[in-house]
């Protein structure tokens, strides 16, 4: 359980937080719940989220089990600093869909006494490190990895595979295009995939 930091309050400082891990593995939903506590108390945030992402709603950040908050969606996360006037509290969702400028955003938001909290996927369909994301784990004060349930071994699940057959980097989609599979699932699964082409070259 993530614990928000509470010490030294006649100083205002800031810190970045990030959230990530598969798809369906509640990235959001906690993103929207530190939101949500900050609004309770008494505290200015603002949210958020790349304007490219329309899946549930094009303003409000939407988790896959309805959980939702209003939020600002921008083209480029430079377009965030120009947003976030006299706020305690930033929030920003599906962070790998934004462009590199993010991770400096977040560190001038936190400069600023400005506390960030950032959710987004860590790794992409291949598996591999996605976008801006290494970067702002490494420069944040916390990082929070959370798990989904592998569909095919009920293992913790911390991969996403994509099922259609498309070779773009962003593919926005829900679980007809995509699956939380553990590690040997996933492996497995993109072996069985590479193989289907072959086969039907075959017949």
Request: proline letters at 4%.
């Amino acid at each position: 359980m993530f614990l928000e930091n509470t010490v030294n309050h006649t100083e205002q400082f800031g810190w970045i937080e990030v959230i990530c891990g598969s798809m369906f593995s509640g990235k959001t939903e906690e993103l929207i719940r530190r939101l949500k506590r900050a609004q309770f108390a008494k505290q200015r945030i603002e949210i958020f989220k790349p304007a490219v992402d329309t899946r549930y709603d094009e303003e409000e950040v939407v988790s896959h089990n309805d959980s939702r908050i209003r939020s600002t969606p921008v083209p480029a996360a430079a377009n965030i600093l120009l947003l976030a006037n006299n706020v305690d509290v930033v929030g920003v969702d599906e962070a790998q869909f934004f462009d590199d400028e993010i991770v400096n955003v977040c560190n001038e938001l936190a400069n600023r006494g400005i506390r960030v909290i950032v959710a987004g996927l860590d790794m992409d369909f291949k598996g591999k490190p996605f976008g801006p994301m290494p970067a702002l784990m490494a420069t944040a004060e916390y990082v929070t990895k959370v798990h989904a349930v592998c569909t095919r071994t009920g293992n913790l699940a911390h991969y996403s595979f994509r099922k259609a057959q498309s070779e773009d980097l962003v593919l926005l989609g829900e679980t007809q295009e995509y699956e939380p599979l553990s590690r040997a699932a996933y492996y497995k699964a993109l072996r069985e995939q590479q193989e289907k082409p072959a086969t039907k070259d075959d017949k």
